[in-house]
Nanobody
């Protein structure tokens, strides 16, 4: 079983940047696709970004494309989310997740079976 711990959240002004990290423990995530999701107050959790096991196939939600960048470092058992040009509507709790083996549907929440507890991001206007 893998444990995922996110960090890097905080409060930032609109237009600013944050870098989220997700460190896995318990076993290696190297063979699995990973994803970032977020849940804003009063809304359902939504897909943000997904990355395949080697980092060559990446997906983004339209709302964050060209502003957010997902990367991974399998040697550190970690994934990252660089968030630039942040907007008030990016305010949410951000979760990293590990996908089930061999998934290609990285945008589908049901494809993920391990989740972190989340890190809160607040973007002030």
């Amino acid at each position: 079983q893998v444990q995922l711990v996110e960090s890097g959240g905080g409060t930032v002004q609109a237009g600013g940047s944050l870098r989220l990290s997700c460190v896995a423990s318990g076993r290696s995530i190297a063979a699995y696709a990973m994803g970032w999701f977020r849940q804003a107050p009063g809304k359902d959790r939504e897909f943000v970004a997904g990355i395949n096991w080697i980092g060559k196939a990446i997906d983004y939600a339209d709302s964050v494309n060209n502003r957010f960048t997902v990367t991974r470092d399998n040697t550190k058992n970690s994934i990252f989310l660089q968030m630039d040009i942040l907007k008030a509507e990016d305010t949410a709790v951000y979760y990293c997740a590990q996908a089930q083996p061999a998934t290609v549907r990285r945008q589908v929440e049901d494809e993920y079976n391990y989740w972190g507890q989340g890190t809160r991001v607040i973007v002030s206007a």
